[in-house]
């Protein structure tokens, strides 16, 4: 469960697991309003359409909670780092070794959160360009 409210928090697991139980009648809405009953639960009458329909419903809440909760920040290499960079390279591009006037700093491993001084190095632009469309 520990996982799992890492990904979806508890509120929406708890509302998922009501609405499924309430499409497929194991509560019905009167129960629910006067608190929780202690009859025994009616049995579905379709299970495998009502299971069809708690599915795509998951999967819709997923898409939709991971639409609207995603990290829109890039990581960026700390400052620290770029000046540690330039002055290893003395200022000049890593590729084609012109003096830049303009920095763009590039993962040499291709992962953004991996902001090591070892994976970074200074391009101009248009080697940066060049590099990231390989």
Known sequence: MNALNKVIPIPVIAAILVSLLL???????????????????????????????????????AVVWELTHRSRKRKVFPQSVK???LEKQRHKCANCKRLLNVVDYHHKNGKRSDNKESNCVALCPNCHA???RR
Do not use: C
């Not at 129960?31 to 998951?58: H, R, V, W």
């Open 23 to 61: 499409s497929m009648n194991y509560i019905s809405n009167s129960a629910l309003s006067q608190g929780i009953s202690t009859s025994t639960p009616n049995l579905p009458t379709n299970t495998s359409s009502d299971f069809i329909y708690f599915l795509i419903f998951i999967i819709i809440v």
């Open 83 to 85: 000046q540690k960079t």
């Open 130 to 132: 060049d590099t990231t």
